[in-house]
């Protein structure tokens, strides 16, 4: 744990002369302040004011003032900047000192609160998939920066990128666990440490940041679009995750006489995340462009099912497999968030669907397993299927008390209106494949 005082000297032992302060709008974009090193110490033990009122979903006019109150758990020297800037992320207060309902933070912090009064902690590690382009006067029309493809050595170039993308990382103090380029042109994926829920949101949060930076001083465009091309596959942020015993830190996922060596818990908690798997998507797969990769693109999630080995991926949680004597390794990949999503909002939903499957004791469906080959077929008719389009996850959300619940009637308000919002705007473009296609016919 990081006190003030070890904050203050790691400030002055790099040399530091700005601290920038981080917070997240509820649709996940970084917003920040920044402040000279001498005003830090006052803004640790007081926070700091600011306007709220033009932050998306934050608050009315009259209800502008707020507050930031840094985390010294985050406290990191950015590499990349010059002069010496170091970051803290933030929770925002109301100017009375309580925790702000529209902040996505503490969204996250409410619900591992819940799995904390029910004897849990939440784990997680995710997997982040992105795309390099190369950056000319035009990013337009897209160039991927390589032509390589699945665990490819690519060429020197790429790799150099991506050493430098993990060295940053690392003298953040995020833990990497590896990379490779993935299936598309130009697509790489990062896999980060097993952690506990904040930080591994908080590392999700900051990669997307360093990555984009670093990416800018090579000449590079780095995206989290989940679908920049259609000639390219989608990027999605398969999460790996596991509820662990309050006191002794013991994975209570694990039971090795399970036939899929699941603990009677980890069934519920699979179970009530199939059962809210259609509302979670309006806030995992958040974007209008993130249905061009769910349910179509190559290795993406379609059905509401679960698996142990599932080549295809159609299916949308999978267990991995775990050798003998690693049961502590014991884990769910939820497969259909992708990297637009807002790692707070992501991750209080998944827990919060989890933990309800738990205290309804919920019972599972069977599993579908392999490629949803031909003997199972039949079963597909009667297998619910994930949304096809944003609107149709928004239609799925309204309706789901519980994941409504965990981003809070505020926040979730504030949210279908800005996806809303963003359906109008789309709906009302006269896009050029329709051009192509009835111009000339009608």
Known sequence: MMTKDAVLAAIQEHQVEFVVLWFTDITGIVKS?????????????DGLHFDGSSIEGFARVAESDM?????????AVLPWDNPKTARL?????????????????????KALDNATSMGF????????EFFLFRRHAELLPLQPYDEASYFDMSNSGVLGVRRSMLSTLMDMGIRVDSSHHEIGAGQQEIDFDYNDALV??????????????????????????????????GSGM???QSLHDLNTGVNVFADPEHEYGLSETARYFLAGQLAHARAMCAVLAPLINSYKRLSVSFEAPKYVTWAHVNRAGAALIRVPHISPGKEAHTRLELRCPDPSTNPYLATAVMLEAGLDGIRQQMSLQDALEESLTKPDRSRLRYTETLPTSL?????????DDVIMNALGHYIGDRYLAAKQQELDDYN???TPWELDRYINRF
């Open 33 to 45: 302040i920044i402040i000279p090193t001498p005003k830090i110490e006052r803004v640790i033990d």
């Open 67 to 75: 507050m930031l109150m840094p985390d010294l758990n985050t406290f």
């Open 89 to 109: 992320i933030c929770t925002v207060q109301t100017p009375d000192g309580m925790p702000f309902i529209g902040d996505p933070r503490n969204m996250l912090i």
């Open 121 to 128: 902690t939440f784990k997680t590690g995710m997997e982040l």
């Open 200 to 233: 591994s949101a908080d590392n999700v949060l900051t990669a997307k940041v360093a990555l984009k930076a670093i990416a800018l001083q090579k000449g590079l465009h780095c995206t989290f679009m989940p679908r920049p091309s259609a000639n390219l596959p």
């Open 238 to 240: 398969h999460t790996h």
């Open 391 to 399: 609107a149709e996850a928004l239609d799925a959300l309204k309706g």
């Open 428 to 430: 009302r473009q006269v």
